[in-house]
């Protein structure tokens, strides 16, 4: 059975290109030959095409018994939507359905955010979507129908945070997990949305079962994993871990610049800018980019200006701390470095066990419904028998 790829060369699609060459005859497609390089470089017989285009697909596709759909055109500069790009999008699905075999299975990766606030609290105000919910909703809406019409077998995998050997959130997970002591900002019982590629995988090769069943799936780990099941995996054995939900007033102070005033306007203009994007037509879409870099480097201008011209106040705000901060920096040295039995008061050494803050998004998400694939394997399991050395 012949396998394409569509955007074998992004990060789930270079991973899942490892993970399912032993199991059916894969193509990866790239647009362009750089995309290929490192593919070409471990034997994958890459084809070079872009999708968009019906002469591409057509030379491209026409021999593929199934295909996957992971690529998601942006706009480079907003990285939004803007109507180029979602002629792209829709162009890559009419033409996978069109210029495949006749009776393909057609697979796309959607993601969570097309639950809007039922899953992610705050999503928009107002009820105004971003272009990234509305541009998967559309396009979802445009898969199920385009392969309705042409009698293809379509399948729609809703994903929030992937995990991998070649995924970056594994390897920022990795990297925070490594220290001393990390705070963490969720109840370790909460519910996450993960789901590894290796649980892709399996549930890829589930659908090209001819019995399986097309349609609408959530895609988690199986069975579900808690936060605490997600850091205990990622985390160094020596690293303690101490869950506060609540975020103390210590760290407050550190985000308060965050959830400042001036910080939601800029949050809002960014909902207003990306939605414009999406509608305006492409002939104005230089004007605007302009417009939006002309507005950058104003920006940055006048944030350089600001920080010419700190107030003497802050000045010695900034002293003070520079001095605690050499202090510390000194008594660390000192237990580190001399007798064992150096004592100090208590209140000293407790700021020598370095504490880490860690809070994402997805902390404060809602667990995501189903329907979800049945009969997928244990994902613990599947992570066991993995190798880390498939790069």
């Not at 095409?49 to 030379?59: H, R, T």
């Not at 199934?66 to 790009?85: E, G, K, L, W």
């Not at 069975?223 to 985390?235: A, F, H, L, R």
């Amino acid at each position: 059975m012949k396998l394409g790829l569509i955007g074998a060369n992004g990060n789930i699609g270079t991973e899942l290109s490892f993970l399912l060459k032993n199991n059916v005859d894969l193509i990866p497609i790239t647009r362009n030959r750089l995309g290929s390089l490192f593919l070409n470089h471990h034997n994958f017989p890459c084809r070079i095409s872009d999708i968009s285009q019906e002469n591409d697909a057509l030379e491209s596709l026409s021999d593929l018994d199934s295909i996957i759909i992971s690529s998601y055109a942006v706009d480079p500069y907003s990285r939004s939507q803007t109507r180029s790009s979602q002629l792209i999008n829709e162009n890559i699905i009419k033409n996978a359905i069109n210029f495949s075999k006749n009776n393909a299975t057609i697979i796309y990766f959607s993601t969570i955010r097309v639950f809007s606030n039922n899953i992610v609290p705050n999503t928009s105000n107002f009820g105004v979507k971003s272009s990234f919910e509305k541009e998967k909703i559309h396009l979802e809406k445009l898969l199920l129908s385009e392969s309705k019409k042409n009698n293809k077998r379509a399948f729609i995998f809703r994903m929030s945070q992937v995990f991998g050997e070649n995924q970056p959130r594994t390897h920022y997970f990795r990297d925070n997990f490594s220290k001393e002591k990390v705070i963490v900002q969720v109840s370790p019982d909460k519910i996450s949305n993960i789901v590894h590629t290796v649980t892709i995988k399996d549930t890829i090769i589930k659908c090209l079962d001819p019995n399986s069943q097309p349609g609408v799936y959530s895609l988690v780990n199986n069975p579900q994993w808690t936060w605490k099941n997600v850091i205990d995996y990622y985390k160094k054995p020596e690293t303690t871990i101490e869950y506060k939900p609540e975020i103390d007033i210590e760290y407050k102070v550190e985000t308060s610049t965050q959830n400042s005033f001036f910080w939601n306007i800029l949050k809002s203009n960014k909902k207003l800018i990306k939605p414009f994007l999406y509608y305006v037509s492409p002939k104005f879409e230089p004007q605007i980019q302009k417009k939006l870099a002309e507005k950058k480097m104003i920006n940055a201008i006048n944030n350089i200006e600001k920080s010419k011209s700190m107030s003497s106040d802050e000045d010695l705000q900034y002293l003070r701390i520079k001095k605690y901060q050499n202090i510390k920096t000194h008594f660390t040295h000192l237990v580190n470095n001399y007798d064992n039995n150096l004592k100090l008061p208590e209140e000293l050494t407790k700021d020598f066990v370095k504490e880490n803050l860690f809070s994402i998004e997805e902390f404060n998400f809602n667990p995501i419904p189903g329907p979800f694939f049945n009969g997928l394997n244990n994902t613990k399991r599947l992570l066991d028998d993995y190798s880390q050395d498939i790069f």
